[in-house]
């Protein structure tokens, strides 16, 4: 969508990314970094004063949780590095993974490429909301991981402690592995609070948790990330991670380690997106496009059912073809290709490509 967004000239509101710039000073820092000369690798598992931080940081969100930094926080190239370690650190040909679709579309192939079967639950327009006991029935003997992602791309939903306690409940007795996908951790809206899986003391030890500081500092492109697990599960992950990549970029992890000393850098990141979706969904509400409830990310989902009969895809691409504005068919998310007639359109953007955006969508 993003190639057909440029070649139209439409407002690219398809892929997730920022179009504004990270703070200045954080730049400045991988500047200064690069001058001070850490520019030759880094340690393996991240520099020990980067992980110190992102303990510290964790301590900070979550209720004073301590974490060893040496033997459970592992920095990696990006979230979706993590994810594609984590599944070739456990899974082996013909072990079963259950994923929750929709779902970002790194998860299948990075398991199937080391073998693994993916077993969909799909959920449904408009709520998406997860049945634990329809997971239940597609755990099978040969059940190695499950996936969760809270808040969800590109759903917008998240998962509540109740939640939590129904997987570990499901989760008890097995010795399945969760993989808990929390790069939106920072965005969640409306008074609501992020539940992460290492908050929940049963399933914080058969769980890696992975971040990203891409959509916590507006850094997508700087493929920058972190995974947290117990000591046991990151000694295996740690020997996938060191062949798979070695280390992480180094002026980039002393940068952070600089810029998380001060605890201000990320926790207003609620309110600066919730204010960004608040002033997209007033600027399109006399358009004829549904929005469903979005508790968190940066995606905001439209029923267009009242506008056409199309299928995502194709309303998509004349979407952006005939008013030049690129969104993401949400069929894209699902094996399937489960057409709800919902569109994703990411709002991390100025307002003035909202905006612009907007009385585009209005016209339709
Ligand atoms: N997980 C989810 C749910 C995502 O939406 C994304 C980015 N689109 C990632 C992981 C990947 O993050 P990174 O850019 O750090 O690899």
Redesign the pocket.
């Known amino acids: 969508m993003s190639s057909l967004a440029q070649e139209h000239k439409a407002v690219n509101l398809s892929q ?1 990314f920022p179009n504004f710039d990270p703070d200045a000073r954080l730049r400045r820092l991988v500047f200064d970094h690069m001058e001070m000369g850490d520019n030759q690798y880094a340690p393996m598992p991240g520099t020990p004063l980067l992980r110190a931080r992102i303990a510290e940081k964790i301590e900070h969100t979550y209720q004073g949780l301590q974490l060893n930094p040496d033997t459970e926080i592992t920095v990696t ?7 594609f370690c984590a599944f070739a650190a456990f899974i082996r040909p013909g072990d079963e993974v259950i994923l929750i679709e929709p ?2 579309d ?1 998860y299948r192939p990075s398991i199937e490429t080391v073998g693994g079967v993916v077993v969909p639950y799909r959920l449904s327009a408009p709520d998406y909301s997860i049945d634990w006991e329809d997971v239940k029935k597609r755990i099978t003997p040969k059940t190695k991981m499950i996936c969760t ?1 809270t808040p ?2 590109p759903t917008g939903k998240i998962l509540s402690s109740e939640d939590l306690d129904q997987l570990a409940q499901l989760l008890r007795d097995s010795s399945i592995i969760h993989v808990s ?1 929390e ?2 951790e920072h965005l969640v809206f409306d008074g609501q609070q992020h539940a992460s899986s290492l908050t929940h003391p049963e399933l914080r030890k058969r769980s890696m948790a ?1 971040y ?4 916590t500092f507006h850094t ?1 492109g700087w ?3 972190y995974l947290v697990a117990p000591p046991e599960i990151t000694v295996e992950f740690r020997k996938v991670h060191q062949f798979n990549v070695f280390s992480a970029n180094h002026p980039i992890q002393a940068a952070l380690a600089d810029y998380l000393a001060d605890t201000s850098t990320y926790s207003d990141l609620n309110s600066f997106y919730q204010e960004k979706r608040d002033f997209f969904l007033n600027a399109v509400k006399s358009s004829r496009l549904r929005p469903l409830a979005c508790e968190g ?1 940066y995606f905001q989902l439209f029923d267009y059912s009242a506008i056409s009969n199309e299928n995502d895809l194709q309303f998509c691409k004349a979407m952006t073809k005939e008013i030049g504005v690129a969104t993401i068919p949400v069929s894209a998310f699902f094996s399937n290709n489960q057409d709800d007639k919902v569109i994703r359109v990411c709002f991390a953007k100025t307002k003035e490509v909202l905006l612009d955006a907007a009385v585009r969508l209005c016209a339709l």
């Open positions: 997730g190239a990006g979230a979706t590095q993590a994810l779902c970002y790194s992602n969800c791309n996908d790069v939106y992975i990203s500081f891409g959509k997508t493929k920058i990330g990310t």
